[in-house]
């Protein structure tokens, strides 16, 4: 092994690693991927978490400047083709080896940079918000599942944009206590975090519902190889939003609900099953 492929395997642990202390959720989900698959998906995970902890864990630092540094060191990697930030270095040769676009990283880059100076949105904001944050990391993925067939990516496009936009709004009304108090943030438009009803709560899950209706019909087309890790993920979200909508609007704003580790098992051994019997359908 020559010394930069020593440093590149070093760069794809760090990315592994990132992912297994952040997400148990995501490195299921990864782990059922083929082989051939889950480094890639790493690199990714691994760039959009570091770029989230700017904006919403770095308290005591100047985040407007860690983002603009982290921005520009994403670009040099990639025209560099090598970074001594090791989260960078993997992505950097994931974006060439599978050709993502440019615009998907500079959304997703722009997304976060709108997490430092808006609060609250408009329809139009948040569409274009939940477009980069979650829309474009859904393509990216979707760009290694597909590896170079761009027929079945372009079909399969809308259905993985879906599935990221549905993951991120589980996300949001999660956190919708926490992002409020810590941040000030309050993403969804014309909710009102003192005026938050079951009339809200069911409109916002309404929309949730019919964005993971319209991404489950593009997992089932998904490559066999890249099918069940997407599907552990997509059970993981639905479990989480059907005890989401079980619960009352003022549960929610006062915990974050969580799927215990032995349900997550369940999901795993149920995603595997229905996997081997060709059931996702």
Known sequence: MSQKNLFDEVSIRTSRLTTHAYSTSFSLGIRCLDKTLRDPIYSIYGFVRFADEIVDTFHDYNKAELLQRFRHDTWTAIQERI??????????????????????????????????????????????????????????????????????????KPA???????????????????????????YFPGVQIEKFDQEAKKAIEAEIEEDFRAAYQGIKELPRKARLGVYVAYLYYMALFRKIKALPCESILKTRIRIRNRYKIAILGLSYLKHQLNLIR
């Open 83 to 156: 970074s001594l930030n090791p989260i960078l270095n993997s992505f950097q040769q994931t974006v060439h080896r599978f050709n993502i676009d440019a615009s998907s990283i500079e959304q997703f880059l722009h997304s976060m940079e709108l997490d430092l100076t808006e609060k609250k949105h408009s329809r139009e904001s948040f569409d274009k918000y939940v477009l980069g944050s979650a829309e474009v990391v859904g393509l990216m993925c979707l760009r290694i599942f597909c590896d170079g067939n761009e027929e079945r990516y372009q079909a399969l």
């Open 160 to 186: 993985a944009m879906k599935l990221g936009s549905a993951f991120q709004k589980v996300n949001f009304i999660r956190d919708l206590h926490a992002d409020y108090d810590g941040m000030g943030r309050l």
